[in-house]
């Protein structure tokens, strides 16, 4: 019985210190400083070089307004727009999400242009050492006004060396662009031309080194997944990624931007970080092989570029579509990616299904219980019958109090002969972790699951509870500090462990006893902090197991008393 319980209390106390590590230790980021990005088209700066201060920094809207020269972008999913001086996506607007739960509140932007306190844009172009080639100045013609799903626009520059540089961009109904570059030589001379995409962003997302969560460069090579942190890069100034197809990008927790070059052709590539934590700039970039230019001829590549939400359906859809490897991996789902994956997927059926994200939970976690049922059943069977055998344990703890050794051979010789495996309660509490944990994962990371609404006060899945005891649920107008904000549904989460650990087999030492009566406490209070459909989950979870349990209990008890008559 003590191994039974020192086991579960492991168990316990190891959920109890991942999770509260990552609440507590949880690195708070710096602020930031306005910076200007001065970017190259030679490549990516040299990380020793200092990036230069702004004499002033401009809003978005003033920046904006103060060049004229500007493509719009507009489809159901995003706006924005591409400054043609240097045909730089670096203006755009995810227009089905929203800051907070509020619908009024502000869309979320993703890109902005340069000169503006959080500069982030892209561009795509080409290095060589032959002719004038086209950088971050170049004013670009078009030959529209506004790019839509249904209206993809041609960018054209002359250098007036006998190079005509085009680039046709097409936008889908989500966030992928298309970008096809086109180089003709019109003069004598062959070159030979690279090309390049450059992402350039500045200032950390304010969430990067949360401890569960990759927020920082991302990219897959050769079907690998290559994810430094913001710190790995930081170390050196420069890393390098290795030659291989692939493609790469900056991942956020919801939003993600990445370079897709053909995926058939071997790129190289690097990123790049400058400047101190407060006003860092951070680069990707990627070249291709050179590719050569001959008189009369010309050159073309193919290139996409994702800016937008990291659903997952649309991530994958990408691979048989575009033949992007392993897009789906700009999601973190961490080390049970086997397991958080297809949980994923079974919360959106069953979402679909029953409409909303909350009651998938709830369906999910009676499938999970189904299939883990004669585990379940196997378990409680034999804590209903090691609470049967109590009294006889207790006999024998009273006889060999002052041997130990003694009463512990007894104790298991009992067990044995009654068939009892002490060991067998903690197995259902085994299979749940992994389970757990996922869900955890599930919530957190998955864009789907952002401001997913439940039923009554739970207006946001993916966040905490937000009511509290402590202001009994609303009643007094005061809002508590965040480490007093516990709300109903951990509370009726800390009801039902509470509830099942009273139908369990009590622990005979005194100090145990009064640790399991302090355990519903302490996941009560460190569970308030995590979403609510993970606290839910856990109450759901927790009231159909005390049905189970009751159910066997009671089966046990009309056997025994067959049995005795």
Sequence with gaps: MNDQKNFIIVIALSVAILFGFQYFYSSAPEKTKPHVVQQTTQGVPSPQENAPTAPQILTREEVLNAQPHRLAIES????GSINLEGALFDDLTLLKYHETVNPQSPKII??????????YFARFGWIGSQGALPNEKTLWQTNGLTLTPQTPVTLEWD???GLVFHQLISIDE???FTVVQKVTNKGTVPLSLTPQGILTRYGQPKSAGFFILHEGPVGVFDGKLFDPSYEDIAKTGVLQNPKAPGWLGLTDKYWLTALIPDPKSAITSSYTYQGAAENALISALYQRDPMALEPGKSIEVTNHFFAGAKILSLLDGYEPTLGINHFDLAVDFGWFYFLTKPIFYALDFLKNLLGNFGLAI????????IIFLPLANKSYSSMARMKALQPEIEKIRER?????LKMNEKIMALYKSEKVNPMAGCLPMIVQIPVFFALYKVLFVSIEMRQAPFYGWIHDLSAPDPTTIFNLFGLIPWDP?????????????GGTMLLQQKMSPPPADPTQAKMFLLMPVFFTYLLAQFPAGLVIYWAWNNTLSIAQQWLIMKRAEKTKKKVTK
């Design 76 to 79: 159901v999913s995003v706006k």
């Design 481 to 493: 500090p965040s480490y007093l904000m516990i709300g109903a549904w951990p509370l009726i989460m």
């Design 110 to 119: 993703l890109l902005s242009p340069n000169n503006t306190p959080h500069a």
């Design 174 to 176: 989500n966030y992928m």
């Design 362 to 369: 709830l369906a999910l976690t009676v499938v999970i219980k």
């Design 159 to 161: 250098n007036g060396q």
């Design 400 to 404: 060999y109090a002052d041997d130990r």
